[in-house]
């Protein structure tokens, strides 16, 4: 857990909290370009397990309204109409509360509806502050997780447009994931009444609840081909059976890719001359050998580092973390190590870190073979260290 945070257990003597399960949702549908419409049966299912992590991953404040209701017609309800688990000071969200409310006067009158616009409708303005709430919670605790507060993730807020100081982030985020956690509350249950779903965005601030009182370490999947931040490998072991020690791959699946791409390597030296490779590892030693040294006189220099060189080209962009998610596919997490110089910071991170560095100096306009080659030989120095 990070340092400077602590959990106050519900109820009392807990070690976890029961996920609550989540309202199933049939014949949903889009509505002109900014509602989304279903029905509610009463059916109930549990949520996938790390879906904040996982199923999550690629949503947030610019979701599309077919990717929203995608979404809730696949694992369920994402949030309550009247923004009722969340506080009111995060992302602005009082100004999109407004909007969201003026859509639903501005239904009432096309509809020529009486009552309350029905429960059965999300607007585009309800589900996307949902949404980027989330991201906020699971990414700045992710970062929280590895470095011991939210110091490096309040970076991302700084000296860009609406930024804040890190004390508005730590209390903006305690405020958010607290008011999400509402869901917890003890209850009676009795066989002839039925049970309550919760939300996607209730259940989703339990599950991160739950990792956080359990200290969990985030890892990076090491299959080349994948990367998904995650903290226990699934595959056939039962829910509860699932390791989160000693793991490399978020799930049985990648282990056997990446297992096979290695025996493919394997094959491949193995049928090479004996020379060739002799040769090849002569030549790959001093190239080490001279990226070593190039990364020692910058550092001499004083030559502002990669990390360092990379956020000074996002704010010249004007890019956030979710434009570099959605153009370049590397998280808000990751991001955040790389300006800050610490390609190490995740466990399995380093697998990727060319091909994330790749994507952020080509989305900035960057020499790419130049930033990894700097990447290269900033890592070689500090290994050799």
């Known amino acids: 857990m990070g340092k400077n945070f602590g959990t106050t257990l519900v109820p009392e003597g807990a070690q976890r909290l029961q996920v609550p399960r989540v309202a199933q949702l049939v014949e949903v549908q889009v509505v002109d370009d900014e509602w989304i419409a279903f029905v509610s049966e009463g059916e109930l299912a549990d949520l996938p397990d790390e879906f904040y992590l996982r199923e999550l991953r690629h949503y947030d ?14 694992y369920g309800q994402l949030c309550l109409d009247d923004f009722a688990e969340w506080s009111g000071d995060v992302f602005g969200n009082w100004e999109q509360r407004s909007i969201a409310i003026e859509k639903r006067i501005e239904y009432k009158k096309q509809y020529n509806v009486d009552m309350l616009v029905p429960d059965s409708l999300l607007h585009l303005w309800e589900g996307r502050p949902h949404l980027d709430y989330l991201r906020f919670l699971r990414d700045g605790w992710i970062v929280a997780a590895a470095t011991g507060d939210l ?34 509350h003890a209850r009676i249950d009795h066989p002839l009444v039925q049970e309550e779903g919760a939300t996607l965005f209730g259940a989703s601030c339990i599950q991160l609840y739950n990792h956080i009182q359990e200290g969990a370490r985030y890892k990076v999947c ?8 995650f903290v226990r ?14 793991v490399k791959y978020c799930s049985s699946k990648c282990a056997r890719a990446q297992a096979q791409r290695e025996l493919r390597r394997r094959r491949s030296v193995a049928a090479q001359a004996p020379d060739d490779v002799i040769l090849e590892a002569q030549r790959e030693e001093s190239r ?46 990751i991001l955040i190590a790389i300006e800050a110089d610490d390609f ?25 073979k130049e930033v990894v080659a700097r990447y290269r030989a900033d890592r070689l120095l500090e290994l050799s260290r």
């Open 288 to 333: 080490v050998m001279a990226m070593v040294a190039l990364a020692k006189a910058r550092r001499e220099q004083g030559v502002p580092s990669l990390g360092a060189t990379l956020r000074v080209k996002r704010l010249e962009l004007a890019l956030d973390d979710r434009s570099v998610r959605r153009r370049a596919g590397v998280d808000a997490p």
């Open 222 to 229: 090491m299959n080349e081909s994948c990367g998904r931040i």
């Open 151 to 184: 110091a490096d993730y309040a970076q991302l807020f700084v000296d860009v447009p609406n930024g804040q100081p890190i004390e508005s982030t730590v209390r903006h985020w305690l405020h958010a994931l607290n008011a999400g956690l509402r869901v917890s």
């Open 344 to 368: 190490e910071r995740y466990e399995g991170q380093h697998v990727h870190m060319e091909r994330w560095l790749t994507a952020l100096a080509e989305l900035y306009g960057m020499d790419s």
């Open 233 to 246: 490998q699934q595959g056939r072991a039962a829910k509860d059976q699932r390791k989160s020690e000693g």
């Open 61 to 74: 404040g610019d979701s599309t309204i077919q990717e929203i209701a995608d979404l809730i017609e696949e």
